[in-house]
Nanobody
C-alpha cells in the first residue's frame, strides 16, 4: 500500500505561483513512477507531470516551461512548482503513484486561478 497526501492548493491570481506538495508513505520501494494529474468537473483526469527511473520526466504540453516537478527523497515528498498560472489551470490536482499492479491516488487539492 502507498499513501499520498497533497497540500499547497489555494486561490491565486493569474500570473502567480503556487507549490504543491505530496507526502508519500507506505511501500515506497514498490513505486515505479510518480506524478501529478488534474481534473475539472465534467472532464477526464489528465496527466500534468510525472517522472520515473525508466522514462525520466514528462510534462503535458500545456504546462511545459511553467510547471516543474521535483522530489526530496529524504523527506519522501514530491513537489509541483507552478509558475505563470492561468485561469485554465484551475482544477483539483492529484498526486499519483504507479506500482507494477496498481495506481494509487491522493485525495486531491484544489487550485483556483482568478483572472
Amino acid at each position: 500500500q502507498v499513501q499520498l497526501v497533497e497540500s499547497g492548493g489555494g486561490l491565486v491570481q493569474a500570473g502567480g505561483s503556487l507549490r504543491l506538495s505530496c507526502a508519500v508513505s507506505g511501500s515506497t520501494v514498490s513505486i515505479d513512477a510518480i506524478g501529478w494529474h488534474r481534473q475539472v468537473p465534467g472532464k477526464q483526469r489528465e496527466l500534468v507531470a510525472a517522472f520515473s527511473s525508466d522514462i525520466g520526466t514528462n510534462y503535458a504540453d500545456s504546462v511545459k516551461g511553467r510547471f516543474t516537478i521535483s522530489r526530496d527523497n529524504a523527506k519522501n515528498t514530491m513537489y509541483l512548482q507552478m509558475n505563470s498560472l492561468k485561469p485554465e489551470d484551475t482544477a483539483v490536482y492529484y498526486c499519483a503513484a504507479y506500482t507494477s499492479n496498481r495506481l494509487f491516488w491522493g485525495q486531491g487539492t484544489q487550485v483556483t486561478v482568478s483572472s
